[in-house]
């Protein structure tokens, strides 16, 4: 109960590529976009009828194989639509499923994605349907992420000048 709410949907589309194709509904099983919910979704959710009689259950969120290993800095080429872009920013990470957007400690807007392909379909329409405007983007970097899994077997000893 405390993880739900009722929201009513105002369009249904099939999301088709690059392109929205309106419908009246949708069976049940399909993707769609749906209109009118998006503020209280950050992701995924399960949208069921609020009439319905059966029971409602909560799936699982998505798991993708891939993950986002591509990042670029974005930021507005005039600093004053820096609202806009981050605006455009929260609707570009509700569409794109694999897509991570975060803020670095420097005060960088990155974006994480899976390729350079992915990445320009995701650049392109947050400049042109979402955010509409222009954008300064660094180039293209992989992530990097290091971590320890085990204790090493091997001793190792190295010296320092230090005292």
């Not at 109960?1 to 392109?19: A, G, L």
């Not at 769609?32 to 009689?53: F, R």
């Not at 507005?76 to 981050?86: D, F, I, W």
Request: hydrophobic share 40%.
């Amino acid at each position: 109960e405390e993880d739900m709410t009722i929201q009513d949907v105002s369009n249904v589309w099939i999301f088709e590529s690059r392109y929205r194709i309106e419908v009246d509904g949708a069976p049940a099983g399909n993707w769609v976009l749906l209109g009118g919910i998006d503020n209280s979704i950050v992701k995924t959710a399960t949208i069921t009828d609020k009439d319905a009689e059966e029971d409602k259950y909560i799936f699982r969120p998505l798991s993708f194989i891939t993950t986002a290993v591509l990042k670029v800095a974005v930021e507005p080429v005039n600093p004053s639509e820096l609202p806009k872009m981050l605006d455009g920013l929260r609707k570009i990470n509700k569409s794109y499923a694999i897509l991570i957007t975060k803020v670095e400690e420097s005060g960088e807007h990155i974006i994480l994605g899976t390729g350079e392909l992915y990445l320009d379909c995701v650049l392109h329409d947050l400049r042109r349907m979402y955010a509409e405007i222009e954008l300064k983007v660094s180039d293209p970097v992989v992530r990097f992420c290091e971590t320890v899994v085990e204790t090493s077997a091997l001793k190792c000893f190295a010296e320092t000048p230090n005292k």
